[in-house]
C-alpha cells in the first residue's frame, strides 16, 4: 500500500516562528499536494508539485512556501506563522489523475 | 468561479438502509469526479473515480452515478453499517483533458452517521 507520512500529527508554535511540515510518500509518485483543511471550508489548496524542483502555487498560497529538492518529500513552509494559520494540514502525493493518497495529517496551532 | 455543494453537512440513517449522498457543480465540465472517506482526525482515503463519459461505477457496496446535463453526481451506499460512519467528500478534477497533473477541488463533505 501506497504510504504517504507527515512529520507530525500534532504542533504548536508561536506567532512569528518559521514553521516547517514535511511529507514524504514512499510510492515514487510524480505529483505531491498541500492543502488545508477548516470547519465550514473544506480542504483547499495551497500549493503543487508535479516534478522535483517544480511547484505551483493553489488557491490560497499567502503566507507559504514549498520545497521538493527529491521526488519522495514535499516540504511546507510557514515562512512567519500567524494565529490564522492554525490549521489541519494535509499532504496528498499521486501517480497520475485518477486518485490521490493522503497522510494523516498534522494539526497545527499557532499561538 | 467554481462551485461545489454537497447536499447536505450530515445524514443520519438507519442501518441496513442506502445512503444517497449528492454532488453538484456548476460553471466547469469536470474530466473526472472522485469521492472520499474521511474519519475523524484523519486525512481522506479515496473509495471511486468516475470519468465524465461514465454514468454509472459499482465497487462492492458503493455506487456512483455522475450527470453531466444535470451538473451532479449521487454517492449510494447500500445495506449501511455502523463502520460507515464518516465524512464523505466529493472532488472534481478541472484539469486540462491532456494533463497529467490532477488539480482536485473538493466540496465540503457530507457527515454521514448510521445508526443500529
Known amino acids: 500500500d501506497v504510504k504517504v507520512t507527515q512529520s507530525s500529527r500534532y504542533l504548536v508554535k508561536r506567532t512569528g516562528e518559521k514553521v516547517f511540515l514535511e511529507c514524504v510518500q514512499d510510492?515514487?509518485?510524480?505529483?505531491m499536494f498541500w492543502y488545508r483543511q477548516d470547519p465550514g471550508l473544506g480542504l483547499r489548496l495551497i500549493y503543487f508539485s508535479y516534478d522535483v524542483k517544480m511547484k505551483e502555487k493553489g488557491d490560497i498560497p499567502e503566507g507559504y512556501s514549498v520545497s521538493r529538492e527529491k521526488k519522495e518529500r514535499f516540504s511546507l513552509i510557514l515562512e512567519s506563522a500567524s494565529t490564522n494559520q492554525t490549521s489541519m494540514y494535509l499532504c496528498a502525493s499521486s501517480p497520475d489523475r485518477e486518485k490521490a493518497f493522503f497522510g494523516q495529517g498534522t494539526r497545527l496551532t499557532v499561538v | 468561479s467554481q462551485k461545489i455543494e454537497q447536499n447536505s453537512e450530515a445524514l443520519n440513517i438507519q442501518e441496513g438502509k442506502t445512503a444517497t449522498l449528492t454532488c453538484n457543480y456548476t460553471n466547469y465540465s469536470p474530466a473526472y469526479l472522485q469521492w472520499y472517506r474521511q474519519d475523524p482526525g484523519r486525512g481522506p482515503v479515496f473509495l471511486l473515480l468516475i470519468r465524465e463519459n461514465e454514468k454509472e461505477k459499482r465497487k462492492e457496496r458503493l455506487k456512483v452515478t455522475f450527470d453531466t446535463t444535470l451538473k451532479q453526481s449521487l454517492f449510494h451506499i447500500t445495506a449501511s453499517q455502523p463502520a460507515d460512519s464518516a465524512t464523505y467528500l466529493c472532488a472534481l478534477d478541472l484539469t486540462d483533458r491532456g494533463s497529467t497533473l490532477g488539480r482536485l477541488y473538493f466540496g465540503r463533505g457530507t457527515q454521514l452517521t448510521v445508526w443500529p
Open positions: 510510492m515514487d509518485h510524480e505529483n
